[in-house]
T-cell receptor, first 110, second 112 residues
Framework: ETGVTQTPRHLVMGMTNKKSLKCEQHLGHNAMYWYKQSAKKPLELMFVYNFKEQTENNSVPSRFSPECPNSSHLFLHLHTLQPEDSALYLC?????????FGSGTQLSVL | DQQVKQNSPSLSVQEGRISILNCDYTNSMFDYFLWYKKYPAEGPTFLISISSIKDKNEDGRFTVFLNKSAKHLSLHIVPSQPGDSAVYFCAVEGGSQGNLIFGKGTKLSVKP
């Protein structure tokens, strides 16, 4: 248990659906991240939030929309996704140089 | 182009022997390096790290070696155990604002 909880663990959605991924951490960290892990690719940084403010958007398509209402919660809103967006989406919080990851949401877009 | 490279997608080792996982990086300005371990259906967990002022850091069965001139990092696990079977990611603190850059990972299988 890393202290970072992601829901749902699995999600199947059609290309016209709208869904949201949720991440919650109770570690008292002020930085939260979304990463994408596709098969045979490195972990790709998507978004970074520091003290609820977005400090990095790594050229992510607008069909992914993050939201950080407070330092403990992070959402990733999904709409009109493509099949190539199927991947494991990982949330993390950060203390010093270390990231603490959630278990991820395995997303399949049909 | 990848800034962090793990050229071996997989490695198979016998229980009790040494596992050596390798990582190469491109930028000599990187100064903090980490290894993460990932089991299926779980997120990566921090394993061990090393600063560029050191060339070795040891934690129990895990040792990380840093060769700055070669821009090469390795993780040694000895003795290897079946529970060590996982995907190992090398990461460097080198992105914008000090964000971590990850390699593709190496899947380690330790056979009983």
């Amino acid at each position: 248990e890393t202290g970072v909880t992601q829901t749902p663990r699995h999600l199947v959605m059609g290309m016209t659906n709208k869904k949201s991924l949720k991440c919650e951490q109770h570690l008292g960290h002020n930085a939260m991240y979304w990463y994408k892990q596709s098969a045979k690719k490195p972990l790709e940084l998507m978004f970074v939030y520091n003290f609820k403010e977005q400090t990095e958007n790594n050229s992510v398509p607008s069909r992914f929309s993050p939201e950080c209402p407070n330092s403990s919660h992070l959402f990733l809103h999904l709409h009109t996704l493509q099949p190539e967006d199927s991947a494991l989406y990982l949330c993390a919080s950060r203390a010093n140089e270390k990231l603490f990851f959630g278990s991820g949401t395995q997303l399949s877009v049909l | 182009d990848q800034q962090v490279k793990q050229n071996s997608p997989s490695l198979s080792v016998q229980e009790g022997r040494i596992s050596i996982l390798n990582c190469d990086y491109t930028n000599s300005m990187f100064d903090y390096f980490l290894w993460y371990k990932k089991y299926p259906a779980e997120g990566p967990t921090f394993l061990i790290s090393i600063s560029s002022i050191k060339d070795k850091n040891e934690d129990g069965r895990f040792t990380v070696f840093l060769n700055k001139s070669a821009k090469h990092l390795s993780l040694h696990i000895v003795p290897s155990q079946p529970g060590d079977s996982a995907v190992y990611f090398c990461a460097v603190e080198g992105g914008s604002q000090g964000n971590l850059i990850f390699g593709k990972g190496t899947k380690l299988s330790v056979k009983p």
